[in-house]
Protein backbone atom coordinates (compact mmCIF):
# COMPACT_ATOMS: atom_id res chain seq x y z
CA UNK A 1 0.00 0.00 0.00
CA UNK A 2 1.45 3.99 -1.15
CA UNK A 3 2.65 5.40 2.00
CA UNK A 4 3.17 2.63 4.61
CA UNK A 5 5.80 2.83 6.02
CA UNK A 6 5.72 -1.01 7.58
CA UNK A 7 5.17 -2.02 3.48
CA UNK A 8 7.49 -0.05 2.26
CA UNK A 9 9.76 -2.06 4.88
CA UNK A 10 8.67 -5.23 3.69
CA UNK A 11 9.66 -4.14 0.17
CA UNK A 12 13.64 -3.28 1.34
CA UNK A 13 12.22 0.22 -0.18
CA UNK A 14 13.20 1.47 3.49
CA UNK A 15 15.83 0.60 5.59
CA UNK A 16 15.05 -1.50 9.00
CA UNK A 17 17.14 -3.80 11.38
CA UNK A 18 15.47 -7.55 9.95
CA UNK A 19 15.67 -10.14 12.46
CA UNK A 20 12.99 -13.00 10.49
CA UNK A 21 12.09 -12.81 7.01
CA UNK A 22 10.09 -15.34 5.08
CA UNK A 23 7.88 -15.49 2.17
CA UNK A 24 4.58 -14.23 4.15
CA UNK A 25 6.04 -12.45 7.59
CA UNK A 26 8.94 -10.44 8.50
CA UNK A 27 10.23 -9.18 11.94
CA UNK A 28 12.35 -6.12 13.03
CA UNK A 29 13.84 -4.20 15.86
CA UNK A 30 11.46 -1.43 16.93
CA UNK A 31 13.00 2.16 15.95
CA UNK A 32 12.29 3.38 19.74
CA UNK A 33 13.00 0.60 21.72
CA UNK A 34 10.22 0.14 25.10
CA UNK A 35 12.33 -2.25 25.90
CA UNK A 36 15.76 -3.94 26.13
CA UNK A 37 14.56 -6.37 23.21
CA UNK A 38 11.81 -4.49 21.12
CA UNK A 39 10.92 -6.60 18.14
CA UNK A 40 7.84 -6.10 15.90
CA UNK A 41 6.19 -8.94 13.55
CA UNK A 42 4.46 -8.35 10.42
CA UNK A 43 2.92 -9.67 7.70
CA UNK A 44 4.35 -8.65 4.34
CA UNK A 45 0.91 -8.19 2.98
CA UNK A 46 -1.15 -4.61 3.80
CA UNK A 47 -3.43 -5.60 6.52
CA UNK A 48 -4.19 -2.12 8.35
CA UNK A 49 -5.35 -3.68 11.72
CA UNK A 50 -6.46 -7.01 13.94
CA UNK A 51 -10.03 -5.57 13.56
CA UNK A 52 -9.65 -5.97 9.74
CA UNK A 53 -8.63 -9.98 10.60
CA UNK A 54 -11.66 -12.80 10.10
CA UNK A 55 -11.63 -16.34 10.03
CA UNK A 56 -9.90 -16.37 6.61
CA UNK A 57 -6.53 -14.79 8.06
CA UNK A 58 -6.30 -17.74 10.88
CA UNK A 59 -3.62 -18.84 9.49
CA UNK A 60 -1.37 -16.16 8.80
CA UNK A 61 -2.37 -14.49 12.62
CA UNK A 62 -1.09 -18.59 13.68
CA UNK A 63 2.04 -18.11 11.84
CA UNK A 64 2.70 -14.77 13.65
CA UNK A 65 2.21 -15.95 16.95
CA UNK A 66 3.95 -18.82 16.73
CA UNK A 67 7.25 -16.56 15.37
CA UNK A 68 7.15 -14.79 18.73
CA UNK A 69 8.53 -17.80 21.05
CA UNK A 70 11.18 -18.96 18.29
CA UNK A 71 12.10 -14.83 18.22
CA UNK A 72 11.92 -14.78 21.76
CA UNK A 73 14.37 -17.66 22.21
CA UNK A 74 17.14 -16.09 19.73
CA UNK A 75 17.28 -12.66 21.56
CA UNK A 76 18.00 -14.88 24.84
CA UNK A 77 14.13 -13.73 26.43
CA UNK A 78 12.52 -16.94 26.76
CA UNK A 79 11.62 -18.05 30.18
CA UNK A 80 14.10 -19.90 32.10
CA UNK A 81 12.05 -20.69 35.38
CA UNK A 82 14.76 -19.21 37.36
CA UNK A 83 12.80 -16.36 39.56
CA UNK A 84 16.03 -16.05 41.81
CA UNK A 85 17.83 -14.15 39.21
CA UNK A 86 17.64 -10.24 38.30
CA UNK A 87 16.26 -11.05 34.78
CA UNK A 88 14.54 -14.78 34.49
CA UNK A 89 13.20 -14.49 31.02
CA UNK A 90 9.53 -13.74 29.87
CA UNK A 91 8.19 -11.14 27.47
CA UNK A 92 4.70 -9.35 26.63
CA UNK A 93 3.18 -10.09 23.16
CA UNK A 94 1.14 -7.01 22.56
CA UNK A 95 -1.22 -6.01 19.36
CA UNK A 96 -2.21 -2.69 19.68
CA UNK A 97 -5.74 -1.61 17.89
CA UNK A 98 -6.95 1.76 16.53
CA UNK A 99 -6.56 4.50 18.20
CA UNK A 100 -7.53 3.95 21.63
CA UNK A 101 -5.63 0.81 21.64
CA UNK A 102 -2.37 3.31 21.00
CA UNK A 103 -2.59 2.08 17.03
CA UNK A 104 0.16 4.07 15.76
CA UNK A 105 1.30 2.44 12.66
CA UNK A 106 -2.08 1.24 10.96
CA UNK A 107 -0.06 -2.10 9.25
CA UNK A 108 -0.94 -4.97 11.14
CA UNK A 109 2.08 -5.66 13.64
CA UNK A 110 2.70 -7.59 17.00
CA UNK A 111 4.95 -5.90 19.22
CA UNK A 112 7.50 -8.45 21.19
CA UNK A 113 8.97 -6.73 24.20
CA UNK A 114 11.64 -8.64 27.05
CA UNK A 115 14.84 -8.21 28.81
CA UNK A 116 15.38 -6.83 32.24
CA UNK A 117 13.00 -4.01 33.50
CA UNK A 118 12.43 -1.23 33.75
CA UNK A 119 10.78 -1.11 30.07
CA UNK A 120 8.84 2.42 29.20
CA UNK A 121 5.63 0.78 27.69
CA UNK A 122 3.82 4.16 28.28
CA UNK A 123 4.96 6.25 25.79
P1 LIG B 1 1.89 0.90 17.45
O1 LIG B 1 1.75 2.05 18.40
O2 LIG B 1 1.44 -0.40 18.04
O3 LIG B 1 1.27 1.20 16.11
O4 LIG B 1 3.45 0.71 17.25
C1 LIG B 1 4.16 1.21 16.17
C2 LIG B 1 5.60 0.94 16.47
O5 LIG B 1 6.34 1.08 15.27
C3 LIG B 1 6.22 1.91 17.50
O6 LIG B 1 6.75 1.16 18.59
C4 LIG B 1 7.32 2.61 16.70
O7 LIG B 1 8.47 2.88 17.47
C5 LIG B 1 7.60 1.61 15.58
N1 LIG B 1 8.13 2.17 14.36
C6 LIG B 1 7.66 3.24 13.67
N2 LIG B 1 8.39 3.44 12.56
C7 LIG B 1 9.32 2.46 12.53
C8 LIG B 1 10.39 2.12 11.63
N3 LIG B 1 10.62 2.84 10.52
N4 LIG B 1 11.16 1.06 11.93
C9 LIG B 1 10.94 0.34 13.05
N5 LIG B 1 9.95 0.60 13.93
C10 LIG B 1 9.16 1.64 13.68
ZN1 LIG C 1 1.26 -1.69 4.99
Redesign the pocket.
Known amino acids: MDNC ?1 FCK ?1 AAKQ ?1 P ?1 NIVYEDDELMA ?5 P ?1 APIHL ?1 VIPKKHISSLSDCNASHHELLGKMLALVPKLAAEHGIAPVGDETGPFSGGYKTLI ?1 TGPEG ?4 YHL ?1 A ?1 LLGGPRPWTLDR
Not at 28 to 32: T, Y
Not at 102 to 105: D, K, N, S
Request: aromatic content about 6%; glycine content about 6%; hydrophobic content about 50%.
Open positions: IILAFKDIKALNGQEVHH
